[in-house]
């Protein structure tokens, strides 16, 4: 994932140079245009251990609880993440790169470091108010004059970046109401 040139947030160096010091600014300077980095992700699929409650202690500015995650990596995206970035290595190697620092994803899973993640779900659509929260048009099965978008209308994470298919359901969404809600506002949308 290249996103510019900047000198410090993309620069790879050695684990051999240290972070600082002399040895680093050489293999700064040397490295710059000969190094990169190679980003694989995959898909975490819901798991009961992994889920979204209200938070018994902590409470927001009106005093109601907030929301809390539930969430570690299931066994099986650890396996999948060990084999997927020897792969990657492999690749790399066969590319022709001296040195490689593969990195596979451990558990446990924690918020604070840019991880792209996507961490989705919450309020995930369907076609049964008994297992969703929103209707096909993200209408709320339960208050008829909200709608929901994002990327909590996914069950999960599909590896992929969600912004295109969260854009086509939005479009989904508001081409719906367009036809068929401003016509009778509260009603519940259905299928034309």
Known sequence: MVTGGRPIGQLVTPKRVGTWGADWKRSAAHDYLRSFTIYISGASVSTKQNYLDLDPTYRDKFGRPMLRMTFDFPKNDLKMAEYVTGKTAEIAYKMGAREVDAMPRKAPFDVAPYQTTHTCGGTVI?????????????????????????????????????????????????ERIKSQYLKAPGVPMVSA
């Open 126 to 174: 369907g076609d049964d108010p008994k297992t969703s929260v929103v209707n096909p048009y993200s209408q709320s099965w339960d208050v008829p004059n909200l709608f929901v978008t994002g990327a909590g209308l996914f069950p999960q994470n599909a590896a992929y970046n969600p912004t295109n298919t969260i854009a086509a359901l939005l479009y989904y969404s508001v």
